[in-house]
């Protein structure tokens, strides 16, 4: 619509939900403007805190705000001794794979990548698993906890199908216990960045 929008209410998580930039006000002074995933995460005061403390993160945070960067190789280039070499420095057990562009192909598991070193065979192909959990990088937490919990393995996210990111339980987890996450996806109290 091109037109700012200005609405007033006293419903806080009604105003996360639908705000793109809130202001929070204190006896007629600002106390504080950003964007809803500021507001939550790094409130400027101790009335701020207790203001947002009751609120329902999982409506608010999206899997955008909590994915983490994913290891990935390229399946154009890369065969299984670097997929399982990556692995091993990263501490996983699966990577993404994916085509130069970032085009999401698929993931392997460290077994098959293992396995197909022992036959000599470079290229992954084989062993893909092209059947991976997707989510839009818009879906609201509270909307991805079954699924989170049904895979076993990371929530893909992915935009135009590029790989985008990955969304793990303690992602998850943090955000809605007032705790960031870095890019290894662990937790660390809110403000310590």
Known sequence: MNRTIIFITHDLDEALRIGDRIMIM??????????????LTQP?????????????????????????RP??????????RVALQRM???GISSIYVT???KELVGIVHASDVSELIKQ????????????VPIVEKDTPLNELMDQL????VPLVVRSDKKLQGIIVRSAVLGALSGSEVDFNGFSTPSGNR
């Open 26 to 39: 204190k006896d007629g002074s600002v106390v504080q403007i950003g964007t809803p995933e500021e507001i």
């Open 44 to 68: 400027e005061n101790d009335y701020v805190e207790r203001f947002v403390e009751d609120v329902d993160r999982s409506k608010v945070f999206t899997a955008e705000n909590v994915m983490i």
């Open 71 to 80: 290891e990935s190789v390229n399946l154009e280039k890369d065969g299984p």
């Open 88 to 90: 091993k420095e990263a």
């Open 99 to 101: 085509k130069r562009n």
């Open 120 to 131: 000599n065979i470079n290229s992954l192909e084989s062993i893909i698993v092209t059947d």
């Open 149 to 152: 919990s049904m895979s076993t």
